[in-house]
């Protein structure tokens, strides 16, 4: 393959464009290879597409860490779980976490039997509903990677500017990085190649995948998630490999820029510690988990209400999502998958979020 460009052409848009980088793809000659997207949003955009079956021979494409749901650990969920029982709180938390379920149930299941637990489509919700409940404890489940970390970081600080003495973040934040460290070291994976998420991107910035180029000669490239943005990512993977180099394409450049946004970074920063965190298929990782930091303990919901209490994780038994998270497992290889686990009756996470790899491809299994 030539060198592709990092930005679309012009004069072609929507499913030409889509039909001519992919065709472009499929002229790829080179050794076989093992690609990974590690973002939820390009794993539903790949499943969508059908795209791992229009790849060209010898390559494929697997599905990584990058549900933030998915890789929340159950024991979260247990705290959750104990928390939206404590009268006078009401739990606050993303859609896709609400059926996730925990060692016994889920908040679904506990709201079913009375317990006040709402959906928020962001951290500024929560904050606005603890305003409105001056008399309850609104704790926020705080799910997600550097994408939602910093809205919750501001939503921290807003509180303390108010004065708001009853909003807490029950904090599950991920750090990207730690995990495609994890991921690349792997030698049963083998990933030749990174398909870097553009959302997690925007804030960290396009550079900040160079020392993974660097350290375990890998290409990495960031990429949209229309069609023509996924394969023109794709395709300057296969283009690197080809050539023999590793770098890191920004293939998305009118969303991402190379610094990534440093406001979000510096609120990031502020508010929350790096620590060590477990993932759920990844284990514990040092320095991947965002933990709100001491001086804003009285907004952390773990050292207000938890202190002290353990919570057992129990993973669901026969559920193969830890694999499917590392990569090392495809969806429909779990014996539960489309019989025991399906959207509607799930077993494990991966198929609960909208952004999980056995969601996707259960949804779009026909595509």
């Known amino acids: 393959m030539r060198s592709s460009p990092t930005t679309l052409p012009e004069g072609c848009s929507g499913a030409a464009l889509a039909a001519r980088l ?32 229009l790849l060209p021979t010898g390559v494929r494409l697997r599905s990584g860490p990058g549900c933030p749901v998915c890789v929340t650990p159950v024991e979260v969920f247990d705290e959750a779980l104990a928390l939206a029982a404590e009268p006078g709180v009401i739990l606050a938390t993303y859609g896709d976490a609400l059926r996730v379920p925990g060692s016994v149930g889920s908040l679904a299941d506990v709201r079913a039997r009375g317990a006040d637990v709402r959906v928020v489509y962001g951290a500024a919700e929560a904050l606005a509903l603890a305003r409105r409940e001056p008399r309850r404890e609104v704790v926020l489940l705080g799910l997600g990677f550097e994408t939602t970390a910093p809205g919750v970081a501001w939503a921290v600080l807003q509180a303390r500017r108010e004065g708001l003495s009853n909003f807490t973040v029950l904090s599950a934040h991920k750090a990207l990085m730690p995990a495609l460290h994890v991921l690349l070291r792997d030698p049963e994976l083998a990933v030749a190649g990174l398909l870097c998420p553009g959302h997690a991107s925007m804030v960290l910035g396009s550079r900040a995948y160079a020392p993974l180029a660097q350290t375990y000669r890998v290409p990495c490239a960031v990429a949209g998630f229309e069609p023509e943005e996924v394969l023109l990512g794709l395709g300057c993977l296969l283009d690197q490999i080809a050539r023999g180099e590793a770098r890191v394409d920004n293939a998305y450049p009118s969303a991402v820029p190379a610094d990534g946004n440093p406001t979000a970074l510096r609120v990031l920063g502020q508010v929350f510690e790096l620590t060590d965190s477990r993932w759920r298929g990844l284990g514990a990782l040092p320095g991947s988990g965002y933990e709100v930091a001491p001086e804003y303990g009285a907004y952390d919901a773990r050292r207000r209400f938890l202190a002290g209490r353990t919570f057992p994780g129990q993973e669901p038994a026969g559920c193969a999502c830890a694999g499917v998270l590392r990569g090392r497992v495809e969806p429909a290889d779990c014996p539960l998958f489309g019989d025991r686990c399906t959207p509607h009756s799930p077993v494990g996470a991966c198929m609960v979020s909208s952004e999980g790899a056995c969601g996707a491809q259960y949804r779009f299994r026909e595509v």
């Open 22 to 53: 992919l065709a472009r793809l499929r002229t790829y000659g080179g050794p076989p290879v093992s690609l990974m997207e590690v973002c939820g949003t390009h794993t539903v955009a790949v499943a969508r597409m059908g795209l791992r079956r």
